[in-house]
Antibody, heavy 117, light 107 residues
Framework: QVQLQESGPGLVKPSETLSLTCTVSGDSISNYYWSWIRQPPGKGLEWIAYIYYSGSTNYNPSLKSRVTISVDTSKTQFSLKLSSVTAADTAVYYC???????????WGRGTLVTVSS | EIVLTQSPGTLSLSPGERATLSCRASQSVSSTYLAWYQQKPGQAPRLLIYGASSRATGIPDRFSGSGSGTDFTLTISRLEPEDFAVYYCQQYGSSLTFGGGTKVEIK
């Protein structure tokens, strides 16, 4: 059974960089698009970025200047870095598996990241 | 960026009733790239419908999707107690966006 698990600090200071890792277990990381999606408390979903196992990437234009996504196929992990965070970046961050027609069939449980001093 | 507008914001219905949720796009969306998700409190979203009308694995046939162009609909034929949740539509065009969600609550 394929599972995704987010990990990383739950508290980040303003202006610092948020770093999260998603570990994929039970399957190879190949042949899928791997995404980060976030959800501020009480609000809707916002796609952040995706990376293909080969390394090609795409970013939400509104976040592109602050986001880096990377993949480590040997560890079946992919990672997110979001720089210069503010309180507006406080959210539950999900990692998700994207299929060829850009829908997400597998999600991690999510991790709450709070930006606060 | 394509904006998805979901309506109504909240739908108050009783178990056994039919739910009709709307998702309207600011410009035409290929049906291939239109999906619907269900999210319950404290849980990650779950894929219900992809390609506008195809049910994801394990999704009951009371869930159906339809539409094309700028207007898409998710229908739940007879609400079960476990169907009360928030529903999101999602599209991929030049970028990837989600609608704001429709909450289906118990009347």
């Amino acid at each position: 059974q394929v599972q995704l698990q987010e990990s990383g600090p739950g508290l980040v200071k303003p202006s610092e960089t948020l770093s999260l890792t998603c570990t994929v277990s039970g399957d190879s990381i190949s042949n899928y698009y791997w995404s980060w999606i976030r959800q501020p408390p009480g609000k809707g979903l916002e796609w952040i970025a995706y990376i293909y196992y080969s390394g090609s990437t795409n970013y939400n234009p509104s976040l592109k200047s602050r986001v880096t996504i990377s993949v480590d196929t040997s560890k079946t992990q992919f990672s997110l870095k979001l720089s210069s965070v503010t309180a507006a970046d406080t959210a539950v961050y999900y990692c998700a598996r994207g299929r060829v027609h850009w829908n997400f069939d597998l999600w991690g449980r999510g991790t709450l990241v709070t930006v606060s001093s | 960026e394509i904006v998805l507008t979901q309506s109504p914001g909240t739908l108050s219905l009783s178990p056994g009733e039919r739910a009709t949720l709307s998702c309207r796009a600011s410009q035409s969306v290929s049906s291939t790239y239109l999906a619907w998700y269900q999210q319950k409190p404290g849980q990650a979203p779950r894929l219900l419908i992809y390609g506008a009308s195809s049910r994801a694995t394990g999704i009951p046939d009371r869930f159906s999707g339809s539409g094309s162009g700028t207007d898409f609909t998710l229908t739940i034929s007879r609400l079960e107690p476990e169907d009360f949740a928030v529903y999101y539509c999602q599209q991929y065009g030049s970028s990837l966006t989600f609608g704001g969600g429709t909450k289906v609550e118990i009347k």
